[in-house]
């Protein structure tokens, strides 16, 4: 990458690493997108120079202008992580429109991760957007995971299908809820954009990688046995995992 797209990169990560931020907050309680920012405290308007993304954080040293509360560091975090996601995909992508169209993609994984986590939520904006948004990508052969429309179809249709069945069939025999709708139609997502195979990857990564945390976190006594786990955070790290893990490991062995 030449130095100015390096610069675009990061202040075009930043500021929709700032927005998804704001979706992290307000989706799950049904905020309207487009106020303007407040403190999470006291809920005074934040003026457009301390809401810079990263370094308006660091100026405040992590403290609110208007009060003096402590901010969460979940904020720059988010916008970090935007960031260094941009970043690695201009490295590997090149700065053009297929890396662009995927970094929205990850930064959906991002606000999941977090939304899950905090409230349990997987935002039904999110999930359908970017289904729909996944499908038209293969379509106009925007895919860097190289799916046709046909593959981009069959998984997210196959693996949202298989698990909405898993569901039932769980609260048939245990009657009750073990996975939220939310969870599927992130799998469905997650299968419109990566296919079924790699899709099929993601949710072995994410089952496993939930039973150890969720396992290791009951025997620390840190969780409840009846405690839910946010699948759709692990969802969110093995999607990314499985994507890194082929782009270095598996080149050719798993491409459908
Ligand atoms: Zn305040």
């Known amino acids: 990458m030449t130095s100015i797209e390096i610069a675009f990169v990061i202040a075009f990560s930043l500021c929709f690493g700032s927005f998804a931020n704001v979706c992290i907050y307000r989706l799950p309680v049904d905020k309207s997108m487009f106020t303007p920012s407040e403190c999470m405290h006291c809920n005074k308007p934040i003026p457009f120079y301390l809401n810079i993304p990263l370094f308006g954080f660091f100026i405040l040293r992590g403290k609110s202008a208007c009060c003096q509360k402590s901010l969460s560091l979940q904020y720059p975090i988010v916008e970090a992580l935007a960031g260094v996601g941009a970043l690695y995909l201009g490295l590997i992508y090149g700065v053009n429109i ?9 930064l959906s994984l991002v606000i999941i991760f977090f939304t899950d986590l905090n409230e349990y939520i997987i935002p039904n904006i999110i999930t359908y957007s970017l289904s729909i948004a996944g499908l038209l990508i293969s379509y106009f052969s925007y895919s860097v995971f190289n799916l046709s429309l046909l593959e981009s179809l069959l998984g997210g249709i196959i693996s949202g299908g298989v698990l909405w069945l898993t569901s039932k069939i769980f609260i048939l025999i245990r009657k009750k809820e073990g996975m ?16 079924l195979e790699n899709t099929f990857l993601v949710l072995i990564a994410s089952s496993l990688l939930g039973s150890i945390v969720g396992i290791g976190l009951i025997l620390m006594k840190k969780m409840e046995r009846s405690q839910y786990i946010p699948f759709g955070t692990f969802l969110s790290i093995g999607a990314v995992l499985v994507w890194l893990i082929k782009i270095y490991y598996l080149p050719s062995i798993f491409v459908l």
Request: glycine share 16%; aromatic share 24%; net charge negative.
């Open 98 to 106: 297929e890396s662009v169209l995927l970094f929205f993609f990850y």
């Open 180 to 195: 939220g709708m939310g969870d599927v139609k992130m799998i469905s997502m997650i299968g419109f954009w990566m296919g």
